[in-house]
């Protein structure tokens, strides 16, 4: 139990462009989720907290109107990059924590996407 | 404030001997605390987490990590190393079982056949 897909993978786009990436827990609701963002041999960032129905909480130092993300559903978050640059290439991980775990604070991570923008 | 510290970048280790990642964290309060596993181009993989109890935890593949609070660390180890063990693994904490995790740099275990 305790599945989080995320999709796509990998996506290559062109400079300007906006990319979507979907974050869904399949088997649990969850009320909360986060995005993370790792960069090369380095640790997992957080970028936002995204609770579903209401707007996300942003890091300091993270464009919210860049990194668009949204909540819909109990088991569906998206984050887009909106007008994408090179500089925004990097593995993008979501994470969603289910309602029994609320408690015990563990996250159940997606397989990340990779993104790389030309 | 929430802050985890791994201080070795690369840990190797041969296979069959015992290996141990170490950790330590600082939180107000009393620590949720996970270890993850990530290997290439893939999410992290939950291990195992501490909230409250002993402070020894078992996790998977035969991993488990020790608490302890004096030293504020919670190193993972594990009697007999893998081949198949080697990979990234990251320590996390939390002061609350509602935020998000923060996350240490990540420790890149290899084991030497």
């Known amino acids: 139990g305790a599945v989080v897909s995320q999709h796509p993978s990998r996506v290559i786009c062109k400079s300007g462009t906006s990319v979507k990436i979907e974050c869904r827990s399949l088997?649990?609701?969850?009320?909360?989720m986060f995005w993370y963002r790792q960069f090369p041999k380095k640790s997992l960032m957080l970028m936002a907290t995204?609770?579903?129905?209401?707007?996300?909480?942003?890091e300091q130092g993270v464009e919210k109107d860049k990194f668009l993300i949204n909540h819909a559903s109990l088991t569906l978050s998206t984050l887009t990059v909106t007008s994408a640059h090179p500089e925004d290439s990097s593995f993008y991980i979501c994470?969603?924590?289910?309602?029994?775990?609320?408690?015990?604070?563990?996250?159940?991570f997606g397989e990340g996407s990779r993104l790389t923008v030309l | 404030a929430q802050s985890v510290a791994q201080p070795e970048d690369q840990v190797n280790v041969a296979e069959g001997n015992p290996l141990t990642v170490k950790c330590t964290y600082s939180?107000?309060?009393?620590?949720?605390l996970f270890w993850y596993v990530q290997y290439p181009n893939r999410g992290l993989q939950f291990l195992l987490k501490?909230?409250?109890?002993?402070?020894l935890v078992k996790g998977s593949y035969g991993f488990e990590a020790e608490f302890n609070k004096s030293q504020t660390s919670f190193h993972l180890k594990k009697p007999s190393a893998l081949v198949s063990d080697s990979a990234l693994y990251f320590c996390?904490?939390?002061?609350?079982?509602?935020?998000?995790?923060?996350f240490g740099s990540g420790t890149r275990l290899q084991v030497q056949p």
């Open positions: 996390a904490v939390s002061y609350t079982g509602r935020r998000a995790l923060t």
């Open positions: 995204s609770n579903e129905g209401s707007k996300a909480t942003y």
């Open positions: 501490y909230i409250t109890g002993d402070n």
């Open positions: 939180v107000s309060g009393n620590p949720y």
């Open positions: 994470s969603a924590r289910a309602r029994t775990g609320l408690n015990t604070g563990e996250l159940f």
């Open positions: 088997d649990f609701q969850a009320t909360t």
